[in-house]
Each structure stands twice: as C-alpha cells, then as structure tokens.
C-alpha cells in the first residue's frame, strides 16, 4: 500500500511529501496574521485600563472632595444617581475590554479592531454621558468628559495601529 498522506504524522511519505514542512507552512501562515512582534498598543490599551479603574474610583473620590466626607448625602446618603452608576458600569467594561487588548499586545498577537472600537465608543459616551445625567460637581462632570475624551482618543489610537499591524503581517505573508 502507498502512503502519500502528506498529513498522516508519518515522516515516511512515498509521494515525497514532508509532514514537518507541510504543518510549519500552515502554522506559520496563520502565525504571521496575529504577528505583533513590536507590541503596538500596549501603552495605550494599558493607560485605557488605568482610566478604566479611575472611572470605577471616581464617583467615590468626587464625592469626599465635595462633601468633604464619603458617607455624606452624596452616594452612600441615599439612591446612587444615575451618574456615579454609568461612572462604575463603562469604567469597569472600559478596563476589562482595554485589559483583553493589553494581554494580546503583551503576547506579541494583533490588538483586536473590534474590541478596541468598543472602548472608543465607551469613551465617547463618557463625553455625552454628563450633559444627560446630573452629576453631582462640576468635579464629576469635567471629570467624565476629560477621561472620556483621553480613553477615545486612545482606543482610536490603538485601532490606527491595530490595522497598520494587521495589513502589514498580511502582506508579509
């Protein structure tokens, strides 16, 4: 019987075909469209999950400045405002989402485009979020708009270099 399955595990093909080359060729392949080797965008995904982490902080933090005491009639004085909540909610999908993009720049793959769009969007509706909740100072609503431009401006940045990556591994290979 001939063997001339090129991708039996045999290295002993009649057809002449080498198994080792075959697999390396295709693994390669699909290697060189994740290939990030500069790490592009680690930076920036990192920043967006220290503003992240600070959007979740923020409302607490705000509120000791203004009221001069965290457990005054700010947010543990009765209901939580809707501010504070949209605050600690896109904060902490911010860091995880900027966190996931951090780990694929760390590990040498491609920033994902998608991931990287959503936090900007994130970011975005941070700039638009206090002119349709009230907040509690003028403190909170510089706060929202300033963080929310920095996280947009970031994402928008890794998304620049996320496809600049993907293109040119694309190429390569």
């Known amino acids: 019987m001939v063997d001339n399955d090129p991708y039996d595990g045999d290295d002993d093909d009649d057809a002449g075909f080498d198994d ?3 697999d ?4 390669d392949y699909d290697e060189a469209l994740d290939e990030n080797p500069d790490e592009e965008g680690k930076w920036t995904a990192g ?6 982490l600070w959007l979740i902080v923020a409302p607490f933090v705000w509120d000791a400045v203004v ?7 700010g947010v543990f004085g009765g ?3 809707a501010n504070p909540w949209n605050d ?3 904060g902490a999908a911010i860091a995880v989402l900027a966190a996931y ?3 694929r720049a760390a590990n040498e793959e491609a920033i994902s485009v998608g991931v990287a769009s959503l936090v900007a969007l994130l970011g975005l509706w941070l700039v638009v979020a206090p002119f ?3 907040t509690a100072s003028a403190l909170s609503f510089w706060n929202d708009i300033v963080v929310g431009a920095l996280v947009a401006i970031l994402a928008g940045y890794n998304i620049y270099t996320a496809r600049d990556v993907e293109e040119t591994t694309a190429a390569e290979a």
């Open 132 to 134: 349709i909740y009230d």
């Open 20 to 22: 080792d080359v075959a």
């Open 88 to 90: 600690m909610v896109v």
């Open 67 to 73: 009221a001069g005491d965290i457990w005054a009639d």
């Open 101 to 103: 993009n951090f780990y």
């Open 24 to 27: 390396s060729d295709y693994n």
């Open 79 to 81: 209901a939580l405002a």
């Open 47 to 52: 920043l967006n999950v220290l503003l992240g």
